[in-house]
Nanobody
């Protein structure tokens, strides 16, 4: 019923910028929170940033001051603006929505397919 599609990943040089997008579609009833995770090869998937539907944000210490999470609630779309990128930001980035679908009586997590971000000279 609900699907998340990511876009915006790519290859950039250190110090560059990139913007990721994640669009949710389907029979969505209500969204509680939206998040970005990332996973480097051989590493655990870790939280990068989070935002509630009311706009309250939180960031991992490693990206604070460089990344900005935002959303367009009317379009059910999540964004991650990444500035001053470093090689250690290289990872597959996944969006995550905690939401209730039309057919459900409770909230649960939905995941995007992942998009590769590579930061290298």
């Amino acid at each position: 019923q609900v699907q998340l599609v990511e876009s915006g990943g790519g290859f950039v040089q250190p110090g560059g910028s990139l913007r990721l997008s994640c669009a949710a579609s389907g029979s969505i009833f209500s969204i509680y929170a939206m998040r970005w995770y990332r996973q480097a090869p051989g590493e655990q998937r870790r939280l990068v940033a989070a935002i509630t539907v009311s706009g309250v944000t939180d960031y991992a210490a490693s990206v604070k001051g460089r990344f900005t999470i935002s959303s367009d609630n009317s379009k059910n779309t999540l964004y991650l603006q990444m500035n001053s990128l470093k090689p250690e930001d290289t990872a597959v980035y996944y969006c995550n929505f905690n939401l209730r679908s039309m057919a459900a009586l409770t909230f649960r997590d939905y995941w995007g397919q992942g998009t590769q971000v590579t930061v290298s000279s």
